[in-house]
């Protein structure tokens, strides 16, 4: 393929799921058996494709979302393969923006995880339509129908089973086609390139038959007219099922589930098959809704003869210093030599490069065409959740938002002469990652960087060492505080200037009251005649008042779960200089702040512990001594137990120390922010 394909033939998807599941792996799978490459690359060998990052070689995990594509029966497929930890959680986002169907990994063992669920409803947000790959069938404890249920009760899915295992643990050997009714098996000395496709044996027909009839059963029920056929006992063409099950699929109504085990390279190819028949072509997806400049909605469809309308949804620094952004195109086509506008920015560039992606490497191609995702060189202000449009037709699609962090460390060049290389190069990696914050503190000089947990800021500093020769020292983890107020406080604030025939104050009111858990900041007017102050005015008094709720005063952390209202402004006589108003409302604002009783909220945790049972209590009693508060306690298969805790972020520094020691090495733990509270300690 060397240049765009037609939308019918496209599938977008995203590979996600809880860290471990076995996401990259499934990927190589595909890429081998789909002819994309011709060695299949091991993740515990650090040669996976899609793991093309050094620290992704070396930790064993998708660290960078990656895209390539393939071709299987006729359609090409762009995949995004997603990281699992939860410190990566944007590259999910963003890929979820752009993506029209997605493939959920679940381990047959550890089933519904943390993560898995969190990208699951990223997924849901975003209304993506899913496919499910239940993977590691051969491992021991392996229990699909386990994971069909947790697929209900926790993620509200609607499963329908199209391959399910024959065998388990150490007797998996193949996959049932519950819809064609045939058994696939995969030789082992072909690295499941070739599958077999057998007829049911005599001692599965039983459990084949029950999954056909179970298949049709789930099918039915969305389906009127096979409801109808299915009670008559009627023969239903095969062809006819496939339509139902697609248009099921994409109407977010069904999963379909497919069986195997991706590293005994078993259950990959009906997996491709079902991306073909199941998932959406961007044709099949209705129409995205853009805003004009004007603020009209405007309805953008899969067109290439119609004007350019596509999102940046990630930047990725390149050799020398150029910038290619990664770009979904919803309408219309790019070309090399095309002048395009960012619309945030309104600046004109021309397009130096388009590039079919593959991972790591990068092939050159004339132009793309709507539906499809690439990568753009020529692109210079853009960041991430920009829209890029054509001169003629200027819209701005819904952007892409990032969590805020809840993690610092203070970083300081080995020497002086680094300092602006540091700061320089710390400014282009926020760019790339739109959850990685930098901060030049004004009274020490220091340069903090924050992001969503250790594990993130430990491979952003790895990063400066081995990319661009830098190797800061590094401050020690400190949490990023929110501050709020716990009671409503009105206080007024004046500036008074001289006309000449005495002084005469500028007033303004403003009130503050506390908001629920999460609800963000908001900030309003409750004038008795607005109309009588000059728009400009009023406008300069707002905008005060949302800069003014940037900085607490307690520490200068940011506010959060306010609201603020001016009540009143007092002009006085004659014209009034907008920066007199602002320092009214500013001297209000700050001193309603102080009144309201402001206290300080943490970030709090969710963990999800797994342990043998028998280690349950010393684990209970620590992380109690450490403000969290158990949410859940279910007993798992093998004697394990799965622990549910809330608890503040400062205090589990180092936690995956403690976890090795107390359960000597046994028990696990995923951690995840769930929101910001105020934390009553002892003695405070």
């Not at 972020?649 to 403690?658: H, N, Q």
């Amino acid at each position: 393929m060397t240049s765009g394909t037609k939308s019918q033939q496209l599938r977008n998807i995203g590979i996600i799921a809880h860290i471990d599941a076995g996401k990259t792996t499934l990927t190589e799978r595909i890429l081998y058996y789909t002819g994309r490459t011709h060695k299949l690359g091991e993740v515990h060998d650090g040669e996976a494709t899609m793991d093309f990052l050094p620290e992704e070689q070396a930790r064993g995990i998708t660290i960078m979302s990656a895209v390539t594509s393939c071709q299987w029966r006729g359609a090409t497929v762009n995949i995004i393969d997603t990281p699992g930890h939860v410190d990566f959680t944007i590259e999910v986002e963003r890929s979820l923006r752009v993506l029209d169907g997605a493939v959920g990994v679940f381990c047959a063992v550890g089933g519904v995880q943390p993560q898995s669920e969190t990208v699951w409803r990223q997924a849901d947000r975003f209304r993506v339509p899913k496919l499910v790959f239940v993977n590691k069938l051969d491992r021991v404890g392996a229990d699909f129908d386990r994971v069909m249920g947790q697929l209900k009760e926790r993620l509200s899915a609607n499963p329908l089973v199209i391959t399910r295992p024959f065998g388990q643990e150490e007797n998996f050997k193949g996959v049932i086609d519950c819809l064609r009714g045939r058994l696939y098996v995969w030789p082992e000395d072909h690295l499941g390139a070739e599958m077999m496709d057998l007829d049911i044996p005599e001692e599965a027909r039983t459990e084949a038959e029950a999954g056909r009839e179970a298949l049709l059963e789930v099918l039915a029920e969305t389906d009127d007219a096979l409801m109808e056929a299915y009670l008559a006992d009627e023969e239903i063409p095969l062809e006819r099922l496939i339509e139902a099950i697609r248009k099921a699929t994409i109407g977010l109504r069904l999963t379909p589930v497919f069986a195997g085990a991706a590293l005994r390279n078993k259950g990959v190819q009906p997996l491709l098959d079902g991306i073909v028949d199941y998932l959406p072509a961007p044709v099949d997806l209705p129409p995205i809704a853009a805003h004009s400049p004007d603020g009209a909605e405007v309805l953008v469809e899969p067109k290439a003869k119609d004007p350019l309308a596509a999102l940046v949804f990630k930047i990725q620094m390149m050799e020398q210093g150029r910038k290619m952004s990664f770009l979904r195109i919803y309408s219309g086509r790019v070309r090399e030599g095309d002048e395009v506008v960012n619309v945030r920015t309104g600046q004109k560039d021309k397009i130096a490069r388009v590039l079919r992606l593959n991972a790591g490497k990068r092939d050159r191609i004339p132009e793309a065409l709507s539906g499809d995702l690439v990568g753009i060189v020529g692109l210079r202000g853009a960041v991430t959740g920009d829209t890029v449009c054509s001169a003629g037709r200027l819209l701005l699609l819904e952007s892409i938002t990032a969590a805020d962090p809840v993690i610092s460390v203070a970083v300081e060049p080995e020497s002086a002469a680094d300092q602006q290389k540091l700061l320089d190069t710390l400014t282009k990696m926020t760019e790339e990652d739109p959850t990685f914050k930098i901060k030049v503190d004004p009274d020490t000089g220091q340069t903090v960087i924050s992001g969503m947990g250790e594990l993130h800021l430990e491979v952003l500093v790895q990063r400066l060492s081995r990319e661009f020769g830098l190797s800061p020292r590094v401050g020690k983890p400190q949490v990023v505080y929110r501050e709020t107020v716990s009671v409503p406080a009105t206080a007024e604030g004046s500036f008074e200037r001289d006309l000449g025939t005495g002084a005469q104050p500028i007033r303004a009111t403003v009130s503050v009251a506390p908001g629920l858990r999460g609800s963000g900041l908001a900030t309003s007017q409750r004038l008795l005649a607005p109309a009588l102050i000059p728009e400009r005015l009023l406008l300069a008094a707002l905008e005060t008042m949302e800069a003014g709720l940037a900085s607490g005063p307690i520490q200068g952390y940011p506010m959060a779960d306010v609201s603020a209202s001016l009540d009143a402004l007092d002009l006085g006589d004659g014209p009034v200089p907008e920066p007199m108003v602002r320092m009214a409302v500013m001297q209000a604002l700050s001193q309603a702040l102080r009144d309201a009783s402001p206290v300080m909220m943490e970030p709090i945790l969710r963990l999800e512990i797994t342990a043998p049972d028998e280690f349950t209590g010393e684990i209970i009693g620590y992380l109690a001594s450490r403000l969290g508060r158990v949410e859940e306690m279910v007993s798992h298969q093998g004697g394990f137990k799965v622990i549910v805790v809330k608890a503040p972020l400062s205090e589990l520094f180092g936690y995956s120390t403690v976890i090795r020691s107390q359960t000597q090495g046994r028990g696990s733990f995923m951690l995840q922010f769930d929101h910001f509270d105020v934390v009553e300690r002892k003695g405070h």
